[in-house]
Nanobody, 128 residues
């Protein structure tokens, strides 16, 4: 069982910054891939950033150059630094984890169904 708890969401104006934190349970092969997803009302959940156990990082095109994903393995924590936020970034943000045995493809493709564990989400609201 992998437990994930997000924090750090809030309300900011366009151009502002937030840092999301995902506190995870102790590392296991069940959380080899860690990812950030978001879901706006009426929209499908979409991948934002992911990092594999071997350090491969991927971003969706809309956040490249603005968002940075990182992890502190000693603290079992995943971060998402979000800069130059835009109103279209408004969504509920989720941390997710998936296993090693599925390989890295699902991680880089942000395949929602391949992630077995999800946090409760943290709301990010960006006003213009």
């Amino acid at each position: 069982q992998v437990l994930l708890v997000e924090s750090g969401g809030g309300s900011v104006q366009a151009g502002g910054s937030l840092r999301l934190t995902c506190a995870a349970s102790r590392y296991s092969d069940d959380r080899w891939c860690m990812g950030w997803f978001r879901q706006a009302p009426g929209e499908e959940r979409e991948g934002v950033a992911s990092v594999t156990g071997d350090g491969t990082i991927n971003y969706t095109d809309s956040v490249k150059g603005r968002f940075t994903v990182s992890q502190d393995n000693a603290k079992n924590t995943l971060y998402l630094q979000m800069n130059d936020l835009k109103p279209e970034d408004t969504a509920m943000y989720y941390c997710a984890a998936g296993p090693a045995w599925r390989g890295g493809g699902y991680c880089s493709r942000f395949s929602v169904s391949a992630f077995d564990y999800w946090g409760q989400g943290t709301q990010v609201t960006v006003s213009s």
